[in-house]
């Protein structure tokens, strides 16, 4: 048993449980912790991926503007707790539930009976080289230069959207 | 590539993906239906990257990039949007705002 499988499991652990902790707690805030500590665990994994761009990212964009937001939503609407996410409607509850588990039965069979990982036979030194900055940026400003700058338009138009979403009055 | 094969990768991000949607479906305060959405695009953020570094082929993680964009103008339309109504009704909980039901 090498490192890397021990860090594996140790990361894919702490995403589980992190993410089923992140929808039973009943405080809000709490459930956004969890949540950031999930975004952490995925970054470790996409290290173990030799994605170091994106694992970086991750932390920066997630862990840090986008759970930054919630957290000051939440600030600011100081919504209560949310007791007994379990007793009330309990027929839906269960139902949801059942779902879920159909959901993940239903990809888990995919996965086992197609078995992806037998079509492919990957080098290890092309896998390190395509998770660089360098790879992804050049990518990114070469074939991908369009979609590029409608992401950034997007990011505009949101700007302008929640600015207008949130003001006083809609006149 | 590594010694950890492909598919654990799938099988968590599998895992990750149905906790989201028992998230959406259980919880009733909107932020945290917001939250459990972040949480089902992180597991396909996940699967993305797993292939892209299984084929060695970069363009999977700059579709990851594209992703977290899309991610983040969500969010912050999303939560202008419950900000909104929570001007207006005072709650943000999802049994409560229902202007739209006939």
């Known amino acids: 048993m090498n490192l890397e499988i021990i860090l594996f499991i ?11 902790a992140m929808i ?25 991926l030799n994605a170091q761009f994106i694992a970086v990212v991750q932390v920066i964009v997630y862990a840090g503007a986008i759970m930054v937001l919630f957290l000051f939503v939440l600030m600011l609407l100081n919504t209560n707790k949310e007791d007994n996410i379990f007793k009330q409607n309990k027929a839906l509850k269960i139902f949801a539930i059942a779902i879920a588990v159909l959901i993940f039965a239903q990809v888990a069979f995919l996965i086992f009976f197609s078995s992806p990982s037998d ?6 030194a092309e896998s390190v080289q395509s998770g660089t ?32 979403l949130s003001k006083k009055k809609f006149e | 590539m590594t010694s950890i094969p492909l598919e654990y990768y799938l099988i968590l991000s599998a895992f990750m993906f149905s906790v989201g949607v028992t998230g959406v479906l259980i919880r009733r305060n909107a932020i945290v239906v917001f939250m ?3 949480l089902m695009l992180n597991s396909a953020n996940l699967t993305l990257v797993a292939f892209s570094s299984f084929l060695g082929n970069p363009i999977g993680q700059v579709f ?23 001007r207006n009704k005072l709650s943000v909980n999802i049994d409560e705002i229902n202007i739209f039901k006939w």
């Open chain 1, 24 to 48: 039973t707690r009943p405080h809000p805030v709490i459930s956004a912790v969890f949540l950031i500590l999930n975004f952490f665990a995925l970054s470790g994994l996409y290290l173990l």
């Open chain 1, 119 to 124: 079509a492919l036979n990957s080098q290890v």
């Open chain 2, 64 to 86: 990851v990039f594209f992703v977290m964009t899309v991610a983040a103008a969500e969010a912050a339309v999303g939560l202008a949007i419950i900000i909104a109504i929570f």
């Open chain 1, 133 to 164: 900055i360098q790879q992804i940026g050049t990518k990114l400003y070469t074939d991908y230069i369009l979609p590029f700058e409608a992401a950034g338009f997007l990011l505009l138009a949101a700007t302008i959207g929640a600015l207008v």
């Open chain 1, 10 to 20: 140790v990361l894919a652990l702490v995403a589980v449980v992190s993410s089923v």
């Open chain 2, 36 to 38: 459990c959405i972040e």
